[in-house]
């Protein structure tokens, strides 16, 4: 039985558009899923998945929110809820955002998704499958204060949420994109943001899915003249989580400042990837990632500077530090650079190790207790990430992250 | 009630190299004692040593307060029983807030952050500093500061100090002398300052000065050794030593 594909060719079928989707779907057929022997996928434990474990959402289940979520939309002005991919309520209420579900083929880079995707199986799967494109818009000029949430909650399925996000001229905004549930799912988001020039976006990432779960994400920032991307990517959930996050730097001025960061336990694969492309002149980018593997978990950083020629005067920074709390775990770190353009300023640092004796020595020496002094540690590798937000989300987050921290097991050399 | 700190015979390995060669000394809470001595004379050695630093390797003598050893404690216990290092070069901990440090040192979080808003204050350093992670992105100055806001709330019965006068402008290094004076008077601290400068004898009054050189005391006096040493350096008590 070919669980997935039939589910897939009846979703499919009962769409309105119907026809691009099918394009997107043989892709996929002719592409086939990836396999370890691709370098790009070298790190995914795909020996053990198998697609006809799942099954293509037809229409959202319902679903209760965590005392997380809650507390998460508390803090929101706007709420947004997909529910296995699909938008079931767009929220309403703040001035100057608006927030549409469109069927649509067209990836914000300017072609189509299919197109735009081609090399990346997963997000072709998203091309084919996603309900439709949550579309979330500020206008230009507006400041938007308070928080939008874009709360993703996934049952036991295939799902594919898709997400626009775009900044008018001048405008800015704090915009959460949250993932839970998802036991024995696999949830594959594709998100797009598209900053105008001057605009402002304050992105937080925070995926708390079920340790089951197949998590497959990809992001990407296009971000124009003197437009600021800011981004905490925070990967906590998931039996297998990869995040893909990307930002072309096109406009002169602009500026991405990436933060990635992940707490592996158990037998989780947690695989980030970054590409910061500049092409405009005097464009900067910031890049930390950070993370920790405690138990058996493994970790995979690879990222990619990629310079144009023309792009002069940028700025491209790389950093990964990856904190090992177990001997058994691993951590892989993959810094690459290409730059075409001699007037530019770059560099890459990265490490894999314990924690740091000194520093431990230092909070002890202080009366702290071994054990806190390496909590205390280990959140703190953590609540740098977050340092950046605003600090009603910074401090509900921290307090989540903290929770998890004290079930894992810190076993030092 | 009066402690007493007594370090008899210390001998300290630093690298495969013995640095303290049996260092005594014993002093009460209340008192300042100053130590002494040129560069390479051992003072940083028995700071690390005496706070159990991993670098350091302790191969004989004892370390009590109370007649309570120190020496096989963990550097939680040390400070736990009353000793404090202040560094000369705090370590930054990126991630970790000087609020947190405290509270899991044992610190009554009760109105914390305003007392250590106070603390900051006396040493005038600005509180904003307090919401940073700990001494990151700090200058020399400021991390200098920022561990007598430590001390200030750990209340410690007795401090060692590390050179903390290097790296602060006479504003500085007089506040956080006046601080540390005043801590003697609070609960009668005992302080034990490592120095190679007589700017912080102008500020701290000893109760007594002790001249390191090779891992040794080679002298003890009152504030008058000094301006010995101010006068001829410390090449007489080297050939003291010999």
């Known amino acids: 039985m070919k669980t997935f ?14 026809a691009p989707r099918q394009l997107a779907w043989a892709a996929f057929e002719a592409a086939g899923l990836p396999t370890t022997s691709d370098e790009v996928w070298r790190y995914a ?76 199986t997963f997000a072709i799967l998203n091309a084919a499958l996603a309900p439709a494109t949550t579309v979330i818009r500020v206008g230009a000029g507006v400041n938007v204060q308070e928080p939008i949430v874009v709360l993703n909650l996934s049952n036991s399925t295939a799902s594919f949420s898709r997400t626009q996000i775009e900044l008018g001229r001048g405008a800015s905004a704090t915009i959460v994109e949250y993932f839970e549930g998802g036991a024995n799912a696999l949830v594959v988001p594709l998100s797009e943001y598209l900053l105008d020039d001057n605009s402002s976006l304050q992105l937080i990432t925070y995926q708390r899915l079920d340790h089951s779960a197949w998590h497959v994400a990809r992001t990407t920032g296009f971000v124009n003249r003197d437009a600021r991307l800011r981004q905490a990517v925070v990967g906590i959930g998931a039996h297998y989580n990869r995040s893909r996050n990307d930002a072309e730097m096109r406009g002169a001025g602009s500026e991405n400042e990436l ?24 464009s900067r980018s910031t890049l930390l990632s950070k993370g920790a593997v405690a138990d058996q978990s493994r970790s995979v950083y690879t990222g990619l500077i990629e310079i144009e020629k023309g792009a002069k005067r940028t700025d491209a920074r ?32 990265s490490s894999v190790g314990p924690l740091d004796e000194l520093q431990r020595w230092y909070l002890e020496s202080r009366g702290v207790s071994r054990e806190d002094a390496e909590r205390l540690m280990i959140q703190g590798f953590f609540y740098e990430m977050l340092a950046n937000l605003p600090p009603e989300l910074a401090e509900l987050v921290e307090r989540d992250v903290t929770s998890v921290l004290a079930t894992v097991n810190v076993v030092t050399p | 009630m009066t402690s007493t700190l007594m370090i008899e015979g210390l001998r300290v390995e630093v690298a495969g190299k013995e640095v303290l060669k049996g260092f005594d000394l014993s002093m009460k809470t209340g008192e300042v004692h100053v130590i002494m001595g040129p560069n390479g004379s051992g003072k940083s050695t028995l700071a690390h040593a005496l706070t159990g630093h991993p670098g350091y390797k302790v191969l004989g003598g004892s370390v009590r307060i109370d007649d309570v050893e120190l020496l096989t404690m963990s550097p939680t216990d040390r400070a736990r029983h ?9 370590l930054e901990v990126a991630g970790v807030r000087p609020i947190d440090l405290l509270v899991a ?70 506040a956080v002398a006046r601080r540390l004076s005043s801590a003697s008077n609070e609960w009668e601290c005992g302080i034990l ?19 390191l050189s090779e891992g040794r005391v080679v002298a003890t006096g009152g504030p008058e050794l000094s301006d010995i ?13 010999a």
């Open chain 1, 5 to 18: 594909a039939d589910s897939a060719s009846a979703f499919i079928a009962d769409r309105p558009d119907a």
């Open chain 1, 45 to 120: 434990p795909l020996k053990y998945f198998d697609l006809d474990r799942f099954g293509v959402a037809s229409e959202p289940a319902t679903r209760a929110d965590s005392a997380f979520a809650a507390q998460l939309c508390e803090r929101a002005g706007l709420v947004v809820r997909v529910v296995d991919g699909f938008c079931v309520n767009t929220g309403t209420g703040l001035e100057g955002v608006s927030v549409e579900v469109v069927e649509s083929t067209q990836s914000l880079a300017g072609t189509t998704f299919a197109e735009r995707y081609r090399n990346d």
């Open chain 1, 259 to 282: 933060r990635t960061t992940f707490l592996g336990s158990g037998d989780q694969v947690h695989d980030f990837r970054t590409h910061q492309m500049h092409t405009g002149a005097r």
């Open chain 1, 318 to 349: 790389q950093t990964n530090h990856n904190l090992l709390l177990s001997p058994a775990a691993h951590a892989d770190s993959v810094p690459n650079l290409d730059i075409r353009e001699n007037d530019v300023m770059c560099a890459h640092a």
């Open chain 2, 82 to 90: 009353g000793l404090l290092l202040a560094m000369q070069q705090p």
């Open chain 2, 105 to 174: 040192a044992g610190v009554n979080p009760a109105n914390l952050r305003e007392r250590m808003r106070d603390e900051a204050d006396r040493v005038e350093l600005r509180p904003e500093i307090l919401d940073r992670f700990v001494n990151v992105d700090l200058s020399g100055g400021e991390r200098k500061r920022a561990e007598m806001v430590q001390f200030g709330m750990l209340r410690p019965k007795f401090a060692v100090l590390d050179e903390i006068d290097s790296g602060l402008d006479v504003d500085a290094l007089g």
């Open chain 2, 193 to 211: 300052a490592i120095t190679h400068f007589k700017r912080l004898l102008q500020e701290l009054t000893p109760t007594m000065i002790h001249v």
């Open chain 2, 229 to 241: 040493l101010e006068r001829d350096g410390y090449e007489p008590f080297r050939v003291a030593s």
